[in-house]
């Protein structure tokens, strides 16, 4: 691994042991060349609640600022359809910049709160 990519698993590492004390659920962002992901985890972190993704049949979304936006609020209807409200945002160790921003943001004005 080079490393930058190294230096983003170390943060994102730290991150998640600060937010494994806080006992809620986790929405966590993966960001691959292509595609544009984002899972909401159980508050022990083994059990996936809601996702969406880019990579869906139905959906036909790039990897942009835009598809994240529609990325957040999808991930917003799906977990509160499943009874979740409240989530702490695990952005894996990238910048709060972007795409990561879009997502964060959408998902906020979707009905999230975090």
């Not at 991150?15 to 909401?40: E, G, M, N, P």
């Not at 979304?61 to 799906?78: D, H, P």
């Amino acid at each position: 691994m080079g490393i930058k990519n190294t230096s983003r698993l170390r943060r994102a590492r730290k991150t998640r042991l600060r937010i494994k004390d806080q006992d809620l659920h986790r929405l966590t962002v993966y960001k691959s060349s292509k595609h544009f992901y984002a899972q909401i985890f159980d508050s022990s972190g083994s059990t996936v609640v809601a996702s969406a993704s880019t990579n869906e049949k139905d959906s036909g979304l790039k990897n942009n600022v835009q598809a994240a936006e529609e990325i957040g609020k999808t991930i917003a209807e799906r977990a509160m359809k499943n009874g979740v409200k409240n989530v702490v945002f695990d952005r894996s160790g990238y910048k709060y910049h972007g795409r990561v921003k879009a997502l964060a943001e959408s998902a906020r004005a979707a009905g999230l709160e975090f």
